[in-house]
């Protein structure tokens, strides 16, 4: 299956600009380009898509995720499983943030003692 500029940026929640950015600055081709100019993406793509946005999500710099991806003995899995756990920590950190932020709100409203 072959995604447009279009689909995969409402896929991927992220600009058609972005995308074309991307292209640019070879950190993400498109797998095709069609005669009337129109980028197609596939699978490949999207994984790819998917990667480098949590790459973002972790605040590594284009250029660094480039290079990271670039390396040909990058293993896929491990960096996901990698991702999972360095996001599932970050939920845990917002967790108890959020509950402090919970535990003061009671207390400035005379609900809880701190």
């Given at each position: ?58 605040d590594l710099s284009l250029k660094d995720i480039k290079a990271m991806l670039g390396r040909p003995d990058l293993d ?39």
């Open positions: 299956m072959f995604y447009t500029v279009n689909q995969l940026s409402r896929l991927a929640g992220v600009s058609v600009r972005t995308l074309h950015y991307y292209d640019e600055i070879g950190l993400l081709k498109p797998e095709a380009i069609r005669p009337n100019g129109y980028r197609q993406y596939g699978d490949q793509a999207v994984l790819k898509l998917q990667q480098i946005l949590f790459y973002r999500e972790l896929a899995v491990a960096a996901l499983e990698a991702h999972r756990l360095s996001l599932k920590g970050r939920a845990k950190r917002l967790e108890r943030l959020i509950q402090t932020v919970d535990d003061t709100l009671l207390h400035m409203k005379g609900l809880k003692e701190m």
